[in-house]
């Protein structure tokens, strides 16, 4: 494991504890789902299973993490989400959301405002060389091309990353892929070792 993702890693703090919250964030998740609607189909199971787990793995990142708050303000245009979202928060279901609100605006406008004024660099900058080359393309044009079309599938796989900065794009996408990786370890080893044992979030993981 390289330096980068050590530290990511000790950032987020003990991964067997983060595994352990989400874990019990995602059954009362469940949970809700299930006695907010009765007699499911498999699709809408499979709904209520990924809606609860990604709510429960956003709900266990910090308050200035972008993509946890883009996440949640995008499940939360269903009134039914509503609910799951301000069950999995906690006790503290008013400060919590008050935080999740003020938090969010504050990232969405910063990295809004950032991007608006990188995107005014970028047209400038553009048709200035376009006016300079218009018929020339070398391999850093290319190379360029190419890192801007990586960029904006990039952008579309994270939540809020279409309002992320390059350098702000590359350290969500970080704690996004370590947040997914604890839920993709949660549920396979639910999977592993049977049903029985999702009624108990102390489960060694």
Not at 76 to 84: E, G
Not at 112 to 136: L, T
Not at 174 to 192: C, E, F, G, K, P
Request: proline share 2%.
């Amino acid at each position: 494991m390289n330096r980068r993702k050590l530290t990511k890693f000790q950032e987020m703090g003990n991964p067997n504890s983060l595994k352990q919250e989400f874990l019990k964030k995602w059954i009362k998740g469940l949970q809700i789902c299930s006695a907010t609607k009765k007699n499911m189909s498999i699709m809408e199971r499979k709904k209520a299973i990924k809606l609860s787990a990604d709510i429960a793995m956003a709900s266990t990142r910090k308050s200035t993490i972008y993509w946890s708050h883009a996440l949640m303000k995008n499940a939360s245009k269903d009134d039914t989400n509503k609910i799951i979202i301000k069950n999995i928060l906690g006790s503290n279901d008013n400060n919590n959301n008050n935080n999740f609100k003020k938090a969010s605006m504050g990232i969405y406008n910063s990295m809004s405002q950032n991007g608006i004024i990188r995107s005014k660099k970028i047209i400038k900058k553009s048709c200035k060389i376009s006016r300079r080359a218009r018929k020339i393309i070398s391999p850093n044009i290319i190379a360029k091309k190419m890192m801007k079309k990586r960029t904006k599938v990039l952008k579309s796989l994270v939540p809020g990353g279409e309002y992320m900065d390059d350098a702000s794009l590359i350290k969500e996408t970080l704690d996004y892929i370590i947040s997914l990786r604890v839920q993709v370890d949660v549920m396979r080893h639910l999977a592993n070792n049977g049903s029985c044992e999702i009624n108990d979030p102390k489960t060694n993981l």
